[in-house]
């Protein structure tokens, strides 16, 4: 496997030029969203500029063939998780929607005293719309606990699971402590449970090989913004037997397949999920982003990114008073921490001011904050285009202001 040349990637990148405050960005904020490529943006232009049409609609040219873009990204999309087939891939408008929709509806099959296992380290989105389905149809939520490192505790795991288990979630990888959770095992588990997993994939998609079919998911939720493309598109694969049991998640046009006020008869997989018009330019431009990634391998990024990843490790705690939060083996390119007692804000904000960007506070994951003892943290997340030139620049700029701070 050939190293990246991340000097041909960062040219593909034009927000990578950017200056803050006269310096060189470092763009360390990838967990957040990452950066697109030319080519997506190109292929968001071009959707406006010469070849706007509705799709599934027309039966003129320009609908005809934005039907095809369309139709052409699910396949894509499909085979790079490696879906059975491009049926099971459901567009919506990223993993929160995605995952809302299998609680809406998937939901409406379980009953009260049914019970739904999360874990400590979940984001927002892959808790509340859970909370809300149990507090309508009277759900207990269950939360598989993790150690200090965090590393989720799989006995625990094991211990919670029983014959009342209808659903389980977790996350392929933390997007705080960048922990890689073993989800095929806990697939597995739950399966022989008898209940079903949705794996949050937002954080894996872009970093690893995800492959639906050999981790033998149930529902696989991820976005397109965390994998070099569009904003406001996202997917859900979901395993045919169990989308077709699954009544509708919302009522419009293109999921139908007649309407009367008698009644009205749904539409086929995958329409029958995707009410409205969907982002069409935004999906059309998602292929550009996949076949990207294709063209970079994932593999070849993932071995980057933990090279990075170990390089920085090694040079942040040497500082003193670094507090690092997340030490699981093999975790991915994702580093929280805090110096001191200080606030993550002003760590974010001093950064900043020498041009580096990461995340501050909660990330969406507050139940993990009280995990870990604190209000937030400061997070940085590198991807593809990051350089360790940058990593030095990181170091160097940590190295200045932590006696500011400590
Ligand atoms: N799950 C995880 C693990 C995430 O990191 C995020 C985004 N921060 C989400 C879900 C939600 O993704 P989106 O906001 O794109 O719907």
């Avoid at 400590?120 to 598989?144: F, Y």
């Avoid at 994998?227 to 598109?233: A, F």
Wanted: with cysteine; hydrophobic share 45%; glycine share 8%.
């Amino acid at each position: 496997m050939t190293a990246l040349d991340t000097a041909d990637i960062r040219r593909q990148f034009p927000a990578l030029g950017r200056k803050i405050y006269g310096h060189e960005l470092i763009y360390f904020d990838n967990t957040a969203t990452t950066q697109t490529p030319a080519a997506v943006i190109d292929a968001i232009r071009d959707g406006y500029l010469d070849s706007k049409a509705n799709v599934h609609r027309g039966v003129h040219t320009l609908s005809q063939e934005a039907t095809a873009r369309q139709e052409a990204t699910r396949a894509l999309v499909a085979r790079y998780i490696g879906a059975a087939d491009s049926e099971e891939v459901i567009f919506t408008r990223g993993t929160t929607e995605s995952i809302n929709l299998v609680a809406s509806s998937y939901g409406q099959l379980m009953n009260e005293g049914d019970e739904i296992v999360l874990t400590v380290m979940e984001h927002h989105s892959d808790i509340v719309p859970w909370q809300l389905l149990a507090e309508r149809r009277g759900l207990k939520i269950r939360v598989v606990p993790m150690d200090d490192r965090g590393v989720l505790d799989l006995d625990a795991y094991r211990r919670l699971l029983n014959d009342r288990t209808r659903l389980v979630a977790v996350t392929h990888v933390s997007n705080v402590l960048g922990t890689v959770n073993p989800v095929a095992e806990m697939i597995a588990d739950a399966h022989r449970a008898g209940a079903v997993v949705l794996v949050d994939g937002a954080q894996a998609i872009a970093h690893l090989r995800v492959d639906v079919r050999a981790l033998d998911a149930d529902f696989y939720a991820f976005s397109s913004h965390k994998m070099y493309g569009p904003c406001g598109i996202g997917v859900l694969y979901g395993r045919r037997e169990l989308l077709e049991k699954m009544p509708p998640y919302q009522g419009g046009g293109e999921m139908i397949k007649t309407v009367s006020f008698d009644g009205t008869v749904f539409a086929d997989l995958p329409f029958r999920f995707e009410a409205g018009t969907p982002d069409f330019v935004g999906i059309a431009a998602l292929a550009k982003a996949v076949e990207w990634l294709e063209a970079t391998g994932v593999e070849r990024i993932a071995a980057h990114e933990e090279k990075l990843l170990e390089y920085v490790t090694e040079r942040m705690a040497e500082i003193e008073g670094m507090r690092i939060f997340g030490t699981a083996p093999g975790k991915g390119s994702i580093i929280s921490f805090l110096i001191g007692n200080a606030h993550s804000y002003d760590t974010g904000l001093l950064l900043d001011k020498l041009g580096i960007a990461v995340r501050t506070g909660h990330h969406c994951a507050q139940p993990l904050m009280e995990r870990l003892g604190v209000s937030g943290t400061v997070r940085a997340s590198m991807a593809a285009y990051n350089t360790f030139e940058e990593a030095d620049a990181f170091i160097a700029a940590l190295r200045r202001i932590a006696p500011m701070l400590a």
